[in-house]
Nanobody
Framework: QVQLVESGGGLVQAGGSLRLSCAASGRTFSSYSIGWFRQAPGKEREFVAA????????????YYRDSVKGRFTISRDNAKNTVYLQMNSLKPEDTGVYYC????????????????WGQGTQVTVSS
């Protein structure tokens, strides 16, 4: 079992940056792919980015929704049981509650395939 805790959200002006962290408990963290999702008021939860679980090398494949490509970067530090989401050039439409989640699948953008979820952290981008 994995427990996830997000942090790093806040209020930022458009064009600014934030770095979200997803800290995980459990000794099997490296066995899970980690995804970030977000939910804006009145909208469905949507996929933002994901990073595959460890394989036989230190390279981790990453995935992004089109609207954040080139602005957001997902990374992981298995020694710290933490995944990061660096968000640059933020836009008002990036506003929402950001959740991290853990999955045993790779390359996974479907929320239903994630087994464990954090409580979320609020990101607000003002125009």
């Amino acid at each position: 079992q994995v427990q996830l805790v997000e942090s790093g959200g806040g209020l930022v002006q458009a064009g600014g940056s934030l770095r979200l962290s997803c800290a995980a408990s459990g000794r099997t963290f490296s066995s899970y792919s980690i995804g970030w999702f977000r939910q804006a008021p009145g909208k469905e939860r949507e996929f933002v980015a994901a990073i595959d679980r460890s394989g036989s090398s230190t390279y981790y494949r990453t995935y992004y929704r089109d609207s954040v490509k080139g602005r957001f970067t997902i990374s992981r530090d298995n020694a710290k049981n933490t995944v990061y989401l660096q968000m640059n050039s933020l836009k008002p439409e990036d506003t929402g509650v950001y959740y991290c989640a853990a999955s045993t699948y790779s390359g996974n953008s479907y929320a239903d395939n994630y087994d464990y979820w954090g409580q979320g952290t609020q990101v607000t981008v003002s125009s």
